[in-house]
């Protein structure tokens, strides 16, 4: 059965740092892009970042430009988000992805995990 599993989320205050991971089971994700997402209470799901397969090309939301980075280690068949200069609008639960494409649409994306909750607390 194929798996995304995502860790690293917690409780931060602002300004600090958080690193998420999503790791891949059950199959390889290499030769997908992999996504990141997030979902606030009471809003919809948004796109937080994403790159290719080969990690060569990334993309990110304009909130998160500048302070966070998407890195990939398709050995480890593993994805991550490193999260830095936190804000309490980050609060959200964060998912991973993976998918044929890396673009910023969420529906593009086959696979997900369960997802783990960031809190920034001011």
């Known amino acids: 059965q194929v798996q995304l599993v995502e860790s690293g989320g917690g409780l931060v205050q602002a300004g600090g740092s958080l690193r998420l991971s999503c790791a891949a089971s059950?199959?390889?994700?290499?030769?997908?892009?992999r996504g990141w997402f997030r979902q606030a209470p009471g809003k919809e799901r948004e796109f937080v970042a994403t790159?290719?397969?080969?990690?060569?090309?990334?993309y990110y939301a304009d909130s998160v430009k500048g302070r966070f980075t998407i890195s990939r280690d398709n050995a480890r068949n593993t994805g991550y988000l490193q999260m830095n200069s936190l804000e309490p609008g980050d609060t959200a639960v964060y998912y991973c992805a993976a998918g044929r494409v890396a673009v910023t649409t969420s529906t593009a994306y086959s696979n997900w995990g369960q997802g783990t909750q960031v809190t920034v607390s001011s």
């Open positions: 790159i290719t397969w080969s990690g060569s090309s990334t």
């Open positions: 059950g199959r390889t994700f290499s030769n997908l892009a």
